[in-house]
């Protein structure tokens, strides 16, 4: 018998066999485009205000947001994910609540624009707490976490109320789902779904985000609430509990040195799994294709497939537009 035997290529010959034998499909359908909405940023041109650090990626008015939900529904996105960018800031984030908050804003503006996209809130205090954390503060400066379940679960109602599709605290307070959850019930929207931001690690990924949403800490940092990246089997006791609480649905975050985590999140929960390619994974990709040094189509489509691979049923992604696009026009 001649060796080799098994020949691995014979079903990589021909574009034909490569697509028959594909085990993953990414599709524009499973996309979610964050997109920051700002008290200020109506007083620009165009409404939008660049962001220096996210290359493509503005700061939007509430009527911009909308022209930008509706060419993510032409192009098939699944939805967008909003972030408030507020003009005033205090100690417990009131902002946050808001009826009339840029987020609560814009969710009614684009349900009424484009009802079939999905509308994703972020749930979190920390664009609106003057310190930049994500919870109150105690009077020696750490957060206080149970004091800030009621914030965070008035604020999901209030996206609720304004027509969210679903409300996602990023916040990574223990207890947060539970507290949500049974608020929503409360209110009246009993049928709003929660995808928790499960496992969310401390990341040196999240610096342009932070440029974006003028939300960087005032003093100190967020390694007391968001998890160590040197820990897995905490993230999977994270995302149970989650569950237990009544998530809906789970998330990682970051994404792309963390596809082991998406991995065994997608196999210890039967939930789906949403992975968040976040703010510093973009710049980069975004800076080294400007520079020539890769090709930025192919970059983003292997990078958004990988994650797929890895288990996630859902990504989080500012590329959603673009990888919409090529996924349309593909050869
Ligand atoms: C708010 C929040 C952050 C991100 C999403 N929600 C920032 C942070 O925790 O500091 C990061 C998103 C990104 O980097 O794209 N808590």
């Known amino acids: 018998m001649a060796f080799p035997q098994t020949r691995m290529r014979r079903l990589r010959a021909t574009p034909g066999l490569r697509d028959l034998v594909r085990e993953t499909e990414l599709r524009a359908g499973q996309l979610i485009l964050p997109l920051f909405v700002s008290d200020t940023a109506s007083t620009q041109p165009g409404g939008r205000e660049p962001i220096a650090t996210m290359p493509g990626v503005q700061r939007l008015s509430v009527d911009a947001a909308v022209e930008e939900a509706r060419e993510a529904a032409a192009l098939g996105v699944a939805g967008v994910m909003l972030f408030g960018v507020p003009a005033q800031k205090d100690e417990q984030g009131s902002g946050a609540w808001d009826e009339q908050g840029a987020v609560q804003l814009a969710t009614r503006a684009i349900k009424q624009a484009v009802p079939e996209l999905l509308v994703l809130t972020d749930v979190c205090l920390c664009e609106y707490t003057a310190h930049g954390h994500c919870g109150v503060l ?17 604020t999901a109602v209030s996206h609720a109320a304004a027509g969210a599709d679903m409300v996602a605290p990023s916040d990574m307070m223990d207890g947060r789902v539970a507290a949500i959850r049974a608020e929503l019930d409360g209110d009246g929207f009993a049928e ?51 569950w237990q609480e009544g998530a809906d649905m789970v998330m990682v ?13 997608r196999r210890a929960t039967r939930l789906p799994v949403a992975a968040y390619n976040v703010s510093g994974e973009y710049a980069m990709v975004k800076a080294a294709a400007a520079a020539g040094y ?13 994650l797929r691979r890895a288990g996630a049923d859902t990504i989080v992604t500012y590329h959603a537009k673009d990888a919409a696009q090529w996924l349309a026009h593909q050869t």
């Open 294 to 306: 890769i090709d930025e189509r192919a970059a983003v489509l292997e990078i958004l497939t990988s």
């Open 138 to 154: 105690r009077d020696d400066g750490s957060v206080d976490n149970d004091a800030s379940l009621q914030l965070l679960a008035r």
């Open 253 to 265: 975050k970051p994404a792309l040195a963390y596809g082991d985590v998406i991995a065994q999140v």
């Open 192 to 242: 709003t779904p929660i995808l928790a931001y499960s496992a969310k690690f401390a990341s040196a990924f999240y610096g342009p985000f932070r440029e974006a949403a003028g939300s960087t800490p005032a003093f100190g940092d967020r390694r007391s609430y968001q998890m160590d990246y040197a820990n897995g089997r905490e993230a999977v006791r994270e995302a149970l509990l989650d």
